[in-house]
């Protein structure tokens, strides 16, 4: 299988800002190719969903490893896949479960800083996940493993009260760790962005946000990748319900072709 890692690592470090197709199963990636996306990458949260389960590893890698499986065997676009904290409690386990993805055809992988304790997430010491980083990368390098890794860090997704100091600290630390991104969910503002794009020697990603910039101001902040996070899929069923239930209010399925459904 051709390990497509140097195309998918340059599409970081063109012009234009890369657009990830969020996915949470192979119906959904072939729409994505069907639109002649580069590269998509799994929303684990949309995922979980579509399996009955909450975010925050509640879904085990087998079950998660068959939905990836089946979209890397049905698309043609560069495949990444968010691994939250990797599924593993230790850097051995975390890269046995990232060979299994790269011998399926996984390009990259997103990793978080932060995990879900009794349902509730909160942010790890950032020294001893950059030294956590630096043991992952030096194991996967040992085996001959190239995938990217893109380091989520949650500071702003959790609201810190000194979000983007707390941002630019685990930058300084992270891009030291042998990764190839950055990742800043639920990040708005553009002074913000420009601080963090500005100090990270590394290509930056954002998500979509109430609030975020458009495309091309994204572009001019530095930013090198954007996607959607699990919010289409959350659009889609939304939209699912609206439709079903004026199905059930008309005692008809008109609503299913004529288009009048929101």
């Known amino acids: 299988m051709k390990n497509r890692f140097n195309e998918f690592l340059a599409l970081h470090h063109q012009t234009e800002p890369l657009q990830i197709g969020n996915v949470w199963n192979a119906q959904s990636a072939l729409v994505y190719d069907k639109l002649n996306f580069k590269a998509i990458g799994t929303s684990s949260a949309a995922v979980a969903s579509s399996l009955g389960f909450a975010d925050g590893e509640e879904m085990s890698f087998e079950d998660y490893l068959f939905v990836v499986k089946r979209m890397a065997a049905t698309t043609s676009a560069m495949l990444t896949v968010d691994l939250e904290g990797g599924y593993g409690e230790t850097p051995e386990a975390i890269c046995s479960n990232i060979t299994k993805l790269y011998n399926i055809g996984v390009v990259g992988i997103n990793i978080e800083d932060s995990i879900v304790v009794n349902g509730q997430r909160g942010i790890v010491d950032a020294v001893g996940f ?52 950055l990742f800043f969910p639920c990040i708005t503002q553009i002074a913000d962005i420009e ?68």
């Not at 995938?147 to 300084?172: H, Y």
């Open 130 to 181: 950059a030294t956590k980083l630096k043991q992952i990368t030096s194991l996967l390098s040992a085996t001959g493993v190239e995938v990217f890794i893109n380091v989520r860090t949650d500071s702003f997704l959790l609201g810190l009260p000194n979000a983007l100091e707390d941002a630019l600290t685990r930058t300084k630390l992270y891009q030291g760790a042998g990764v190839h991104g």
């Open 195 to 262: 601080k963090i794009t500005a100090l990270s020697r590394l290509p930056v990603s954002v998500m979509c946000m109430p609030g975020l910039p458009d495309f091309k101001a994204l572009q001019n902040a530095g930013i090198k990748r954007i996607s959607a996070g699990p919010f289409l899929n959350m659009s889609i069923y939304r939209s699912l319900e609206n439709l079903i239930e004026k199905i059930t209010t008309e005692n008809s399925f008109a609503a299913l072709f004529n288009g009048t459904a929101s």
